[in-house]
């Protein structure tokens, strides 16, 4: 009886010890009892024994749950172990072990298969103390049932929850890191025996977690066949299994290295938050995936930088123009490409790899998990990357001289390139914009102005494209007619029935510059970041714009005038018409000054205070930053702040500064048809118009919420510039319907 017990303990019923299921499976044909996880064990006495006394019964009873836990624990290692049909035979009947290896390859995972490997390093601790017990009674005289309580004891308060574990896993399906996450849960237990069990389970899924993290963070290869891991592909049905770093490199030289490269770090790879254990912080994760794709890039440069680097290196380069490079191109892309290897050695060495994997290697072989070391490693190693990358954007492709470019060019610090270019196509943009040709015309100036004030070392002009995005796109029907109206004015037409609140962005508002970026600046320069700059310089041109065109009117009309006057002192004679219009226009010299000491304030403030300020602190970040993150982080700082301080992000700010402007251009156009068409109904309501809103503008920007905040820290100083003699802060009470007293056109004769 003794020995029919001890086989019933390791799984094994006979006579002695049947299993409730299989009795149910004979009488009513149930279903597969191998994917069934009874609450209660179903291992019992078989009922027609005689010769058991009830104290005896009781006493084996208890422990037969014993043998029914090992036999489902040992169930579940076979099954995701995934051993061959005649290892599986051992465990299972031959149709059952047939429908078990069908069952595992179709849901595989690596992170059971691990779990698996645990529990049957559990198990043989059990089966050791069977034996034990056995011997035990073999050397008994006088063998006794408690000698098996004894020696079993000790697995009462173990083998019950590790089943607890499995049935749930089964039932619910848990893999990958939602089961080292239920692992790290059932550690926190009061019983010893029980945590240093779960804590074993937990180390061998750990142990796929590492494998997993050397061949993200050591090669930048994804490892993960069942979708376990919680660093995915952005396209889940292209979930990447690579084998070797070679594959990859081929595959990006091959498959349009640039945009396979840029895919893979801007939108390639996310961090797939049902697989990321709760015990690893989100920080963290967005460190590894960092890590990884930095590895990445650094370790798969693209096709293009490679051959440039490896001509580079020879001392082969050849200034010659383009046609002559598209000529000898060709040859120069086969010989150098047998130093282009060198290449991501350089960029990566195998030493810093070393490295790297020494850490996670460390992690690994540590036989509990420890969340501060954990983290500590993965900052590390997040570091290393970060800095082997900064040392490829800033040293090797010249980060500053691009964004010193991007200064120039974006944020208008080439203010003769664009003074010229505007006064060059000052009369184009009278006209409204021709769908077809508009980006070829203004193509010329554009050129010109180049011509004129870019030296031929600039080398980052090559890279700045002009373009109008807005033409027949971006124009209403309505906006359209405006433009017309405009070309109206010009010509002597009237402009009477056009209120100020009718004109709209014109077509040459949409003006834009695009910047060409080469690998491995793309990483830095992202399109969102560009965007950034784009919003930023059609803002600056236009304030530009409408500054150059109110400085042209006094311009214009004060030659007319000193040539009206040379005319009336060579004529020796009184020209009363002349005197007319000299004196006639002073009141609207007064609101011309009004709106020119405004724009021109706020384009200081704009170039000196907010991006001069914001440059020398970037570059200050550029200079002691060895860290690409960092610089990233700095970059996105100085984007926001100047669209922030610029007023571009507050809705109300710059709806009052778009109407500024617009009331401007238009008080110059009308002015320079005062003596064709003296509109002065429509020059009072401008001027009235642009004193309510130069009013608002003033009380919004004043109030606490702006001028006492953190986020434009130089708004006092322009405030202090506009309201210097108080002039502002006695008018802005227009916007309580107290307006400025409007200028009387009509009072001089």
Same mark, same amino acid.
């Given at each position: ?600 304030? #706020? @384009? &200081? ?6 991006? *001069?300020?914001?440059? $020398? +602190? ?5 200079? /002691? ?39 401007? #251009? @238009? &008080? ?6 005062? *003596?064709?068409?003296? $509109? +002065? ?5 401008? /001027? ?62």
């Amino acid at each position: 009886m003794l020995h029919e017990l001890l086989l019933a303990l390791v799984g094994y019923t006979g006579d002695l010890v049947i299993d409730e299921r299989d009795e149910r499976e004979t009488l009513f044909d149930s279903s597969d009892p191998i994917s069934d996880f009874p609450v209660e064990p179903t291992f019992k006495l078989a009922p027609d024994l005689s010769f058991i006394q009830p104290s005896e019964r009781d006493v084996i009873e208890r422990l037969l749950p014993l043998g029914f836990y090992y036999r489902e624990l040992d169930h579940f290692a076979a099954k995701h172990r995934h051993l061959s049909s005649f290892q599986l035979a051992k465990h299972y009947s031959h149709a059952q072990a047939t429908e078990v290896q069908k069952e595992s390859s179709g849901k595989a995972s690596v992170y059971r298969r691990a779990i698996a490997n645990g529990i049957i390093e559990i198990l043989s601790v059990y089966r050791s103390a069977v034996l034990q017990v056995e011997q035990n009674l073999l050397s008994d005289p006088l063998p006794i049932l408690a000698t098996v309580t004894h020696g079993l004891n000790k697995f009462d308060v173990v083998l019950p929850p590790i089943y607890e574990l499995i049935a749930e896993i089964e039932r619910e399906d848990i893999r990958g890191g939602q089961l080292l996450n239920l692992l790290h849960k059932r550690c926190h237990c009061g019983i010893p025996e029980l945590q240093s069990c779960f804590q074993r389970l937990l180390w061998h899924g750990h142990q796929v977690l590492y494998n997993q993290l050397a061949s993200w963070m050591v090669y930048g290869i994804l490892q993960d066949p069942h979708g376990e891991f919680f660093i995915r592909r952005q396209d889940d049905r292209d979930i990447e299994n690579e084998s070797s770093v070679s594959d990859t490199t081929e595959k990006l030289m091959y498959k349009s290295s640039e945009n396979a490269a840029l895919t893979d770090w801007n939108i390639g790879f996310h961090i797939f938050l049902e697989m990321l254990p709760e015990y690893i912080h989100m920080q963290i994760a967005e460190a590894i995936l960092f890590a990884g794709k930095a590895v990445r890039v650094l370790r798969n440069p693209t096709y293009s930088f490679r051959v440039h680097e490896s001509i580079f290196q020879q001392h082969i380069l050849r200034g010659a123009q383009r046609t002559q490079g598209s000529i000898g191109g060709f040859a120069l892309l086969k010989d150098p490409l047998k130093g282009t290897n060198k290449i991501a050695d350089e960029l990566f060495p195998q030493s810093e790899a070393d490295k790297i994997e020494e850490m996670l290697l460390g992690l690994k072989q540590s036989s509990e998990f420890h969340k501060r070391s954990f983290e500590s490693a993965v900052n590390s190693i997040c570091t290393v990357a970060a800095n082997h990358l900064w040392q490829l954007v800033v040293i090797r492709a010249d980060l500053n001289g691009h964004l010193k470019a991007l200064k120039d060019y974006f944020l208008l610090a080439k203010g003769d390139f664009f003074q010229c270019f505007l006064e060059g196509s000052r009369q184009l943009m009278r006209l409204p914009p021709r769908l077809s040709t508009a980006e070829a015309d203004l193509m010329v100036p554009f050129q010109l102005a180049a011509l004129k004030t870019i030296s031929e070392e600039d080398k980052y002009f090559c890279r700045v494209l002009l373009r109008i995005p807005s033409i027949g796109i971006g124009m209403t029907s309505s906006e359209m007619n405006l433009q017309k109206m405009k070309v109206d004015v010009n010509r002597g037409a009237s402009l009477q029935g056009v209120t100020s609140s009718e004109f709209s962005v014109d077509g040459w508002d949409g003006i834009a510059l695009d910047y060409s970026v080469d690998w491995p600046l793309q990483l830095f320069f992202t399109p969102e970041v560009l965007s950034k700059y784009l919003k930023v310089f059609q803002y600056l041109i236009r304030l530009k714009r409408t500054q150059m065109e109110l400085e042209k009117s006094w311009a214009g009309a004060m030659h007319q005038d000193h040539a009206d006057f040379a005319n009336h002192r060579r004529e020796k004679k009184n020209c009363l018409p002349s005197q007319h219009r000299r004196i006639r226009p002073r009141p609207m010299w007064q609101v011309r000054e009004h709106m020119t000491f405004l724009i021109r304030n #706020l @384009q &200081f403030y704009i170039q000196v205070d907010v991006i *001069e300020s914001q440059w $020398n +602190l970037l570059q200050a970040h550029v200079q /002691t930053s060895n860290d690409f993150t960092e610089l990233v982080s700095f970059h996105q700082g100085y984007l926001s702040a100047l669209i922030s301080q610029s007023f571009l992000d507050i809705g109300s700010v710059s709806r009052i500064l778009d109407s500024i402007m617009k009331l401007c #251009l @238009q &008080f110059c156009w009308n002015i320079e048809q005062y *003596e064709i068409n003296p $509109n +002065l109904s429509e020059l009072e309501q401008i /001027t009235e118009e642009f004193n309510k809103k130069s009013n608002s503008l003033y009380t919004i920007l004043r109030s606490s919420r702006l001028a006492g905040s953190q986020r434009a820290p130089f708004l006092r100083q322009f405030l202090m510039r506009l309201n210097y003699n108080s002039f502002f802060e006695a008018t802005a009470r227009g916007v309580l319907n107290v307006v400025r007293p409007r200028p009387n056109f009509t009072s001089i004769a």
